[in-house]
């Protein structure tokens, strides 16, 4: 972006092991609109945007067509009030020290400490949306106990006037519903002046009383361009992606905005409102002059230039118990000021102020009441190129026209060389001798560029650079003079929603970043043999975990295994250990028996998509085991175990103690008693065929519920039982029928004899 566009903006820390710490770009389109519509922004963090959990953070506003558009965008290592004073201070720096008029955040309590420090001519103002949210519990219970107090609250917080009128009306809100000792209303009232637009009436706000504008494109970006899996690389290239989305939606507005409406009254201050303001804006003044004919007009007795604008006709829209707004209309100075301070606030005309336009059939509004912000020349050019890409070349000729000209003229050469052989030679020649010169053009200006970097980065390294306020430069400098040559990737960042402990965030233990998707392998032709990655060998080879040739090693040391301690139950599970040792350990074959043996008792997870070998029988409830585990020892040793409960129940002890039967601290004791049991009773050795309990027959065999042959032949009676029943009910029904021919052919004949008599 930078080589497109040298007034691309980008600025980044490391921390003390050189890894990237804090990262802020801002596009020469995005600084455009800040000089545009940088009066009031927006600024909020949100998560998993990336592989490293950086928290990403983005400055937003709102253009002429009331639309969201992204100012700045900052990737921070965490959310502390030094990174929060390093991003505020980039921007700053990054849009010519221009403040904002108000800025509204969360209640993040480093955000709060870091913005008076950095913005200190800028209001801050917390979001109303937040506010409520974090309160939503306990209002949730109060507006069961009183049905009305969610609409009075709403009007209080929406339409108060001056800030006594919203103390005077909250505390006549707690006298009614008594809720003076009430802890979520005793919060609210102690934060009230950072986020109660009665006490900021007259400051400008561009309609934004919350962050939903920066939750909205969070969502957009999530949604739409980032996700969790992208390296910083892909992750910048979708952002500008998405910035660029946005511009397209803003052209396409404005061009929207150029073509011909209908005014539907014959004011004066109609018309020139429709000529000035784009569509979206107008669109609004359209809906609050609808809503104003719900008002009439009182000319004041005490000063005729007063107008009492009062709501006769109640509504939804105006459930504020005041009714009566007083108008300032001087049409010789051009004054219409309106105690409400919408205009001021949002700087848009209120119902009442339209309503007394329409009373005095008002023929234009003074120029000054129309912001250029809202109107369709809103977008200035600024002394510097705005365009994140490159239109002209560098001898002012449009990229466009050459591109027009050159696709012509190919177009033609086509259309010839496609009539015979001898043209369709000729033609593929002239495009191949065309292409080899064009690439070593390109190889000249590549080296030139290069030369001209070298020369460049030797005369700024001969000076320590610093920085305007003082503090040492951030990008460190190498032996071969490349600013980013060590730059290491960040850690994965510890965020609010993060499941970490206390000490480890204090500490900051953070792990290092996940690795990175393997490079496909590439077959004789150079092309690449597949795109998914295999879960068993983490290889992109054009084969799955099922086709994997470790996979298939798996399957012959489980027939070794098999061989040496027999077959058992677990099985499945052994494979899957197998197969996960076999991709992490690099086991060799001549230690695989001692390996399997060592891990007997340990669970490992598997990450690939094979589900055949899951045992489907572990949560299955086994009601007794065999007599022959019931010893004094084990019983014992079961009486001194954990008495807390578990979820489910263990097969081999048959309790409920938070283990199952691969991690039963009797599992052992009990396989011994059965062998010695068995021994005593048969006089054989027996090796133990298994550790689960079959949920059929209650014995450890070697198999399960599935398999057992006990629930086979109890199937197969219920087979041949249903099938008896099946021909039984066949008998009968055919009996039946035969019965109800009989019946038809006797009353048929009756029938006949009848009507020969």
């Known amino acids: 972006m930078k080589k497109e566009n040298e007034n691309f903006f980008y600025d980044y820390k490391v921390d003390d092991e050189n890894r990237l710490k804090n990262v802020f770009w801002s596009n020469a389109s995005s600084r455009a609109a800040y000089a545009d519509f940088g009066d009031c922004i927006t600024f909020d963090t949100t998560y998993k945007s990336n592989k490293h959990h950086l928290p990403l953070a983005v400055f937003v506003g709102v253009n002429n067509h009331l639309q969201s558009t992204i100012f700045g965008v900052a990737l921070m290592g965490n959310e502390s009030e030094e990174s929060f004073k390093w991003v505020f201070s980039r921007f700053l720096e990054c849009m010519g020290g221009k403040q904002p008029i108000c800025i509204l955040t969360d209640?993040?309590?480093?955000?709060?400490?870091?913005?008076?420090?950095?913005?200190?001519?800028?209001?801050?103002?917390?979001?109303?949306?937040?506010?409520?949210?974090?309160?939503?519990?306990?209002?949730?219970?109060?507006?069961?106990?009183?049905?009305?107090?969610?609409?009075?609250?709403?009007?209080?917080?929406?339409?108060?006037?001056?800030?006594?009128?919203?103390?005077?009306?909250?505390?006549?809100?707690?006298?009614?519903?008594?809720?003076?000792?009430?802890?979520?209303?005793?919060?609210?009232?102690?934060?009230?002046?950072?986020?109660?637009?009665?006490?900021?009436?007259?400051?400008?706000?561009?309609?934004?009383?919350?962050?939903?504008?920066?939750?909205?494109?969070?969502?957009?970006?999530?949604?739409?361009?980032?996700?969790?899996?992208?390296?910083?690389?892909?992750?910048?290239?979708?952002?500008?992606?998405?910035?660029?989305?946005?511009?397209?939606?803003?052209?396409?507005?404005?061009?929207?905005?150029?073509?011909?409406?209908?005014?539907?009254?014959?004011?004066?201050?109609?018309?020139?409102?429709?000529?000035?303001?784009?569509?979206?804006?107008?669109?609004?003044?359209?809906?609050?002059?609808?809503?104003?004919?719900?008002?009439?007009?009182?000319?004041?007795?005490?000063?005729p230039k007063n107008y009492l604008v009062h709501h006769y006709n109640q509504s939804k829209e105006f459930t504020w118990p005041r009714h009566e707004f007083r108008v300032l209309a001087d049409e010789v100075e051009g004054r219409y000021e309106c105690e409400c301070k919408l205009w001021e606030h949002t700087g848009l005309f209120c119902h009442h102020v339209i309503a007394v336009f329409e009373h005095l059939r008002l023929d234009e509004i003074p120029s000054r009441y129309i912001l250029q912000r809202y109107t369709k020349d809103a977008v200035t050019?600024?002394?510097?190129?705005?365009?994140?890409?490159?239109?002209?070349?560098?001898?002012?000729?449009?990229?466009?026209?050459?591109?027009?000209?050159?696709?012509?003229?190919?177009?033609?050469?086509?259309?010839?060389?496609?009539?015979?052989?001898?043209?369709?030679?000729?033609?593929?020649?002239?495009?191949?001798?065309?292409?080899?010169?064009?690439?070593?053009?390109?190889?000249?200006?590549?080296?030139?560029?290069?030369?001209?970097?070298?020369?460049?980065?030797?005369?700024?390294?001969?000076?320590?650079?610093?920085?305007?306020?003082?503090?040492?430069?951030?990008?460190?400098?190498?032996?071969?003079?490349?600013?980013?040559?060590?730059?290491?990737?960040?850690?994965?960042?510890i965020t609010k929603g993060s499941k970490t402990t206390d000490a480890a965030r204090k500490n900051g233990k953070c792990k290092p970043p996940a690795p990175a998707r393997p490079e496909p392998e590439l077959d004789e032709y150079g092309r690449p043999k597949g795109t998914r990655m295999c879960g068993t060998c983490n290889k992109i080879d054009g084969h799955n975990s099922r086709t994997c040739k470790a996979r298939q090693l798996a399957k012959k040391l489980l027939e070794?295994?098999?061989?040496?301690?027999?077959?058992?139950?677990?099985?499945?599970?052994?494979?899957?250990?197998?197969?996960?040792?076999?991709?992490?350990?690099?086991?060799?074959?001549?230690?695989?028996?001692?390996?399997?043996?060592?891990?007997?008792?340990?669970?490992?997870?598997?990450?690939?998509?094979?589900?055949?070998?899951?045992?489907?029988?572990?949560?299955?409830?086994?009601?007794?085991?065999?007599?022959?585990?019931?010893?004094?020892?084990?019983?014992?040793?079961?009486?001194?175990?954990?008495?807390?409960?578990?979820?489910?129940?263990?097969?081999?002890?048959?309790?409920?103690?938070?283990?199952?039967?691969?991690?039963?601290?009797?599992?052992?004791?009990?396989?011994?008693?059965?062998?010695?049991?068995?021994?005593?009773?048969?006089?054989?050795?027996?090796?133990?065929?298994?550790?689960?309990?079959?949920?059929?027959c209650n014995k450890i065999r070697g198999h399960n519920s599935r398999t057992c042959a006990r629930r086979q032949l109890e199937e197969q009676l219920l087979h041949l039982q249903s099938t008896e029943n099946d021909s039984n009910i066949m008998e009968d029904s055919s009996k039946e029928k035969k019965n109800r021919k009989k019946t038809q052919t006797t009353t048929a004949a009756i029938r006949r004899s009848t009507r020969k008599r």
């Open 560 to 696: 070794t295994h098999e061989k040496v301690y027999g077959p058992t139950a677990s099985s499945g599970n052994i494979k899957v250990r197998i197969r996960n040792l076999l991709a992490r350990q690099h086991i060799p074959e001549t230690e695989d028996e001692e390996k399997l043996d060592t891990d007997e008792g340990e669970c490992f997870e598997d990450e690939t998509d094979d589900e055949e070998y899951e045992n489907k029988d572990e949560d299955e409830d086994i009601s007794e085991q065999e007599e022959t585990q019931n010893t004094p020892d084990v019983d014992d040793k079961m009486e001194n175990l954990n008495k807390k409960e578990g979820q489910r129940k263990c097969s081999v002890c048959n309790l409920r103690q938070g283990h199952y039967a691969s991690t039963c601290p009797n599992k052992d004791k009990m396989l011994q008693q059965q062998i010695i049991e068995r021994q005593t009773s048969d006089g054989a050795i027996v090796k133990p065929q298994g550790v689960k309990a079959c949920g059929t």
């Open 107 to 303: 209640q993040c309590p480093a955000m709060a400490k870091a913005i008076p420090k950095i913005f200190a001519r800028t209001l801050h103002k917390f979001c109303r949306w937040h506010i409520m949210n974090k309160h939503k519990d306990p209002l949730k219970k109060l507006y069961k106990l009183f049905p009305d107090l969610k609409d009075q609250l709403t009007a209080i917080l929406n339409h108060p006037l001056m800030p006594s009128e919203f103390e005077d009306a909250w505390k006549a809100l707690i006298e009614k519903y008594n809720l003076h000792d009430i802890n979520v209303m005793i919060n609210l009232w102690a934060e009230r002046k950072l986020w109660i637009s009665a006490y900021w009436k007259e400051v400008f706000c561009a309609r934004m009383t919350s962050t939903q504008r920066s939750e909205s494109m969070n969502f957009v970006l999530k949604r739409g361009f980032v996700t969790e899996r992208d390296n910083l690389h892909i992750f910048a290239k979708q952002v500008n992606n998405c910035v660029q989305a946005r511009h397209e939606a803003e052209n396409a507005e404005a061009n929207a905005s150029t073509g011909t409406r209908k005014i539907v009254t014959r004011y004066g201050f109609e018309a020139q409102v429709m000529d000035k303001y784009t569509r979206t804006v107008y669109s609004v003044f359209r809906e609050r002059q609808y809503h104003s004919t719900a008002f009439r007009i009182k000319t004041s007795q005490d000063n």
């Open 381 to 493: 050019n600024p002394n510097f190129n705005h365009r994140d890409y490159r239109t002209t070349t560098d001898d002012g000729t449009s990229i466009e026209y050459r591109r027009t000209i050159l696709y012509s003229e190919v177009v033609k050469i086509i259309n010839k060389g496609c009539s015979s052989e001898a043209k369709f030679q000729i033609a593929l020649s002239a495009f191949r001798d065309a292409n080899s010169r064009l690439d070593n053009e390109d190889a000249e200006l590549e080296n030139n560029e290069d030369a001209e970097m070298e020369n460049n980065e030797q005369s700024s390294n001969q000076d320590n650079t610093t920085r305007e306020t003082g503090e040492q430069n951030d990008i460190p400098q190498t032996e071969n003079n490349d600013p980013y040559a060590d730059i290491q990737p960040p850690l994965v960042a």
